[in-house]
């Protein structure tokens, strides 16, 4: 089994065993694939334009893995090409929340009422921007800025309350490349 991923024109790629390198307009993404169970297994090459990932195993979990790696050599394409952006938006009717984005962290002060500070690291080189009532995270690589995503949703979860009385929070809006495509 195999896959064929087409490398686009701006997009350049170097392969190193099981490493590979993507470089284009926004910058750059490494990523290693090498994993012991499948050492042996799986392939990747660079064909001209194309890279293949390709097994001879006859294993589901080998040619499953062969799926993975192309998802993950797509996204980084798309990502060195256009990045990403998710939005989320701040919403309380009880306490303003307010959000301050410094120094690797986002800070959010005021939720509920608490007195405290609730802080979420932001992953890799992800940007955090906050306008109004609106966070944006950007970042050209998806892992890193979902991730950042789901830290600061998670970060402002309602606990022991009413749902349906405190719908208090920081919640996805918006999953859109860059460009401002959807994504």
């Given at each position: 089994?195999?896959?064929?991923?087409?490398?686009?024109?701006?997009?350049e790629?170097?392969?190193?065993?099981?490493?590979?390198a993507?470089k284009?307009?926004?910058?750059?993404?490494?990523?290693?694939?090498?994993?012991?169970?499948?050492?042996?297994?799986?392939?990747?090459?660079q064909?001209?334009?194309?890279?293949i990932?390709?097994?001879?195993?006859?294993?589901r979990?080998?040619?499953?893995?062969?799926?993975?790696?192309?998802?993950?050599?797509?996204?980084?394409?798309v990502?060195?090409?256009?990045?990403?952006?998710?939005e989320?938006?701040?919403?309380?009717?009880h306490?303003?929340?307010?959000?301050?984005a410094?120094?690797?962290?986002?800070?959010?002060?005021?939720?509920?009422?608490?007195?405290g500070?609730?802080?979420?690291?932001?992953?890799?080189?992800c940007g955090?921007?906050?306008?109004k009532?609106?966070?944006?995270?950007?970042?050209?690589n998806?892992?890193?800025v979902?991730?950042?995503?789901?830290?600061?949703?998670?970060a402002?979860r309602?606990?022991?309350?009413?749902?349906?009385?405190?719908?208090?929070g920081?919640f996805l809006?918006?999953?859109?490349?860059?460009?401002?495509?959807e994504?």
């Amino acid at each position: 089994m195999q896959k064929e991923i087409v490398i686009p024109d701006n997009v350049e790629t170097k392969i190193e065993g099981k490493s590979v390198a993507v470089k284009g307009p926004k910058g750059e993404i490494a990523k290693d694939f090498n994993d012991p169970r499948f050492n042996e297994e799986i392939e990747i090459l660079q064909n001209e334009r194309k890279i293949i990932v390709k097994t001879y195993s006859e294993k589901r979990k080998a040619q499953a893995m062969v799926g993975t790696i192309a998802a993950h050599l797509k996204n980084m394409f798309v990502g060195v090409s256009d990045g990403y952006s998710y939005e989320l938006k701040i919403v309380y009717s009880h306490f303003p929340i307010t959000v301050a984005a410094k120094d690797g962290v986002v800070e959010v002060k005021n939720f509920l009422g608490e007195k405290g500070v609730r802080k979420v690291d932001i992953f890799g080189t992800c940007g955090v921007h906050i306008e109004k009532d609106i966070i944006k995270v950007t970042g050209i690589n998806v892992e890193d800025v979902g991730q950042t995503a789901a830290n600061i949703e998670r970060a402002c979860r309602v606990r022991r309350r009413d749902r349906r009385i405190f719908q208090d929070g920081i919640f996805l809006s918006a999953r859109k490349l860059q460009s401002g495509r959807e994504i």
